[in-house]
């Protein structure tokens, strides 16, 4: 290392972290200064060094990566072809499908929406890239290279999610069917089945994308390449699970009310807003994770790579490159082999039984995987790194790092399920209060059980990241600038190791819920005949009874794990953010060498203490825009469930038919997309506008800011996430284990269940995406910010800061007074709300 560096070089050298979603944004938007960028990171030959005792070269071992990604995306599609293959009555897959065609409506919608917005972002990228970073003069074809790879990154966010919703759309009737055998294990088997489909096939192709770029790439062209691709993914990833949360709880709950009304059962097939419930099950609980866990899985490879390249020194860029993306293959291979091994365990088990659990077989698949992945770790990392820079411990230290987010995809599922499972202390009580409180204390009580869980979550994040920290203190400095930074990178890239079993365990979910709903809107038991044609057809006599017996016990599986996993997501978002506020503090303070080591100046640390007001202000503003997002995500489903429901009041039928017209389904469809449309857009443009605004205004202001959204999102989220969680299984403990359906005790679980549908599947899970993009356009504005100052503009600064701020307050004051409700719509058919029966 030079023993000297500019501020922008320091900040570069301590990019980490989430912040490489976009790297190529993180440079100076002047280029008179400090023109190189990420967009020129080399990557070295990988050729170069040899591993295994001089038995393969880096590039071999990673053309192997690439080989086990074909193989995992063989088995995904092996697996599709399996569940469609899978008997299914005629009645059940006519429900399926008609899911599947509201869903692709809503993707093509969506899709369109993406595209609208990657035009704005064209413009910024071409102005950026090509104007200010001179790329359309002297570099024009890694400005093409930076606009293909961002459709690529859209594509295959985009890819996955509509991969997703087929073999959900699929597994949904299939589930339903088997059901009707008498024997739960296939109940289970089956969802398990997509769930795997879509984890292989999600990791695999971000692998393998990731894996061409470092392979086949000319090098020169590798830097430019990730900008684009992590820009499009970024991009597809938040639109997707914003509208997506917004959207499936204006059908959930629009569909759920319904029950109270007119007092109909869950999933009358006469409720034309049950189909578009289905539809918000894969947008809200597939789509949206899909995107969102491609995003995050990729970025956070593409974080290690950048910081690699501009903290290591040369010599050793190429172990760490290999050592990293060869833990990710091994932890695919793991996943693979733990899906195989759980399916003979639990097939000897519950095949034949009447009875099962189904959550212990989900949770010992969990458990497994991170125990394969974390003897693995060690041991390919004993190979590969023995001796790295001539320390023979290096290898357990990093492996140990790794393994503290390994064991969080395992320990916090596990802490989840103690305020969100059918079997938890929590929820019993939830229902306990419910039953003499009524609808007030069934609140009251998921609230407290939100809370608790909060406090266990923040804990448990905090131990993991302390280790690793710890271990981080004997990483020697020789090696990297910043070692700790580097850890809770890897803790970030543990979070999501065993990826395809942490994504099918939240598959799991909307499989599950769809096939109790498909099951009820099929009428198969109305059939003329149906027991005898299925005996003859398919060569068993169906269950009724156990069949709708073992689809609710299942969905209460479903919901728990769904709960699961956002917090995993959540967590990791909060480990990424730190890492880019602390690239954030070396542009400010800047670094010097002392005693021959690069460190930070001490002259500007003095700011980031509460002696600094604007640090302190940016402390208290940061938990406001937390506050304001929530309840304005939270608005946006309230009016699209109050026009969801006015509709469906004004148009259900009760009488002389048996099913909701699929004109009347496809019209609640269309309203959830609407104002999922709106609510995405208010909050994304307040939300983009509100952090331009706080960078500009003052550094130090700005990095209080972003550590209260991080720490403020955090807590708000698991909070929100669990308590919704809780409510949820309150209500199917109430449906199953009770079979208290249409008592008092019911309609107050469902009163609950509908306060936390908005909690814990719309605010909840956006606050992931809304704290990346605040860090990351964040981090934009203050190079701008800082330069602007440098060259003496600093009350141009204060101006834009003005108005940025002026312009989301434009759109935080739409996010209310432009969704709220008022004069209700008119019915489209002009007739009296329907009796009740």
């Not at 061409?212 to 990730?226: D, E, K, N, R």
């Not at 394969?372 to 390919?380: C, E, G, N």
């Not at 990093?398 to 202390?425: H, M, N, Q, V, Y």
């Not at 440098?790 to 800061?801: F, P, Q």
């Amino acid at each position: 290392m030079t023993p000297t560096v500019s501020r922008m070089e320091a900040l570069r050298r301590g990019v980490t972290g989430t912040a490489a979603r976009v790297f190529g944004l993180l440079a100076i938007l002047a280029g008179s200064t400090a023109r190189a960028s990420e967009a020129d990171l080399i990557l070295p030959d990988f050729s170069s060094q040899s591993f295994l005792n001089g038995a393969l070269t880096g590039h071999q071992l990673l053309l192997g990566g690439i080989v086990v990604c074909v193989i995992g995306l063989v088995f995904g599609f092996l697996q599709y072809g399996q569940l469609k293959n899978l008997p299914v009555h005629k009645s059940m897959l006519e429900i399926s499908e008609l899911i599947y065609e509201t869903c692709k409506t809503y993707l093509i919608t969506q899709g369109k929406f993406i595209i609208a917005l990657w035009g704005l972002l064209l413009v910024v990228m071409v102005g950026y890239f090509g104007i200010l970073q001179h790329m359309l003069s002297e570099a024009p074809l890694k400005l093409i290279a930076i606009l293909i790879f961002s459709l690529i990154g859209i594509a295959g966010s985009y890819g996955v999610a509509w991969f997703g919703i087929r073999v959900n759309t699929f597994a949904n009737s299939r589930t339903a069917f088997a059901s009707l055998r008498g024997k739960p294990y296939p109940t289970y088997a089956i969802p398990l089945q997509a769930g795997m489909s879509i984890g292989m096939v999600l990791i695999s192709t971000e692998l393998l994308l990731m894996l061409i770029i470092l392979l086949f790439v000319p090098s020169t062209y590798a830097g430019p390449c990730f900008i684009g691709f992590a820009i499009g993914e970024s991009l597809g990833a938040s639109v997707l699970r914003i509208a997506g949360g917004i959207f499936t709880k204006i059908a959930d709950i629009g569909s759920d009310l319904m029950k109270i009304v007119f007092k109909i059962k869950e999933d009358d097939a006469r409720n034309p807003g049950v189909i578009a419930d289905c539809t918000g099950d894969n947008a809200g609980d597939s789509v949206g994770p899909s995107a969102d866990g491609f995003e995050t899985y990729g970025v956070t490879g593409v974080a290690l790579i950048t910081f690699i390249l501009l903290a290591v020194p040369a010599g050793y860029r190429v172990q760490l490159l290999v050592w990293i993306f060869t833990m990710r293959i091994v932890m695919v291979v793991a996943s693979l082999l733990s899906y195989f091994v759980n399916e003979v365990i639990q097939g000897g088990k519950y095949k034949n039984a009447d009875k099962m659990n189904f959550e212990h077989p989900l949770t010992f698949l969990v458990w497994l995987t991170s125990g394969v992945s974390l003897v693995l770790t060690f041991v390919v990392s004993k190979l590969l790194i023995p001796d790295l820079a001539g320390d023979d411990t290096l290898w357990w230290k990093l492996s140990l790092i790794i393994t503290c987010g390994t064991l969080a995809g395992a320990i916090i599922p596990e802490a989840i399920k103690a305020f969100t499972s059918t079997e938890s202390r929590h929820v019993r009580e939830v229902v306990t209060a419910s039953r003499e409180g009524g609808a007030s204390l069934n609140v009251i009580s998921g609230l407290v059980a939100g809370n608790f869980s909060a406090y266990w979550m923040g804990i448990i994040i905090a131990g993991l990241m302390a280790i690793a920290f710890g271990v981080s203190t004997y990483v020697p400095e020789s090696l990297m600038l910043a070692p700790a930074v580097f850890a809770f990178g890897l803790v970030a890239f543990g979070f999501l190791g065993m990826g395809p079993v942490t994504i099918a365990v939240d598959s799991y979910g909307p499989v599950t819920d769809n096939a109790q709903s498909v099951y009820e809107l099929s009428l198969i038991e109305n059939v003329p005949n149906v027991k005898a044609e299925v005996q003859k057809d398919f060569g068993f006599t169906p269950d009724f009874e156990k069949g709708k017996e073992y689809l609710e016990e299942n969905d209460g599986a479903g919901n728990t794990f769904k709960a699961t996993a956002k917090p995993v997501l959540i967590g990791t978002a909060v480990v990424g953010a730190t890492t880019m506020i602390f690239s954030i503090i070396v542009l400010l303070v800047g670094t010097e060498t002392r005693n021959g080591m690069l460190s930070l100046q001490t002259s500007g640390l003095g700011n980031l203490s509460l002696l600094h007001a604007p640090f302190l202000l940016g402390l208290v503003t940061g938990g406001a825009v937390i506050y304001w997002f929530s309840g304005a995500s939270m608005q946006a489903v309230s009016t699209g469930a109050y026009r969801a429901v006015e509709f469906i009041k004004a148009n259900i039928k009760l009488e002389g038919v048996e099913k909701a017209s699929v004109t009347d389904s496809k019209r609640v469809v269309e309203i959830c997309t609407q104002y999922a449309q709106k609510g995405m857009l208010n909050i994304f443009l307040g939300v983009f506008f509100s952090t331009l605004a706080f960078a500009c205004a003052e550094p130090y202001f700005f990095v209080g800011y972003l550590i209260s959204i991080a720490i403020f999102g955090l807590y708000q989220a698991v909070f929100m996430a669990n308590a919704g969680g809780a409510w949820d299984n309150a209500k199917k403990l109430v449906e199953t284990e009770l079979r208290a359906k249409g008592t008092e005790l019911h309609a107050a679980t469902v009163v609950g269940d509908t306060v936390g549908d908005p909690f814990k599947d719309t605010s909840s899970v956006a606050l992931n995406p809304v704290i990346k993009f605040t860090t990351l356009f964040g981090l934009l504005a203050v190079e701008l910010s800082v330069e602007l100052v440098k060259s003496g503009n600093a009350m141009l600064t204060h101006v834009l800061a003005a108005v940025f701020f002026l312009l989301s307050l434009v759109f935080v004051y739409r996010s209310f007074y432009g969704m709220r409700i008022e004069t209700p719509m008119r019915s489209e058919t002009a007739k009296e709300p329907a009796k009740a029966v």
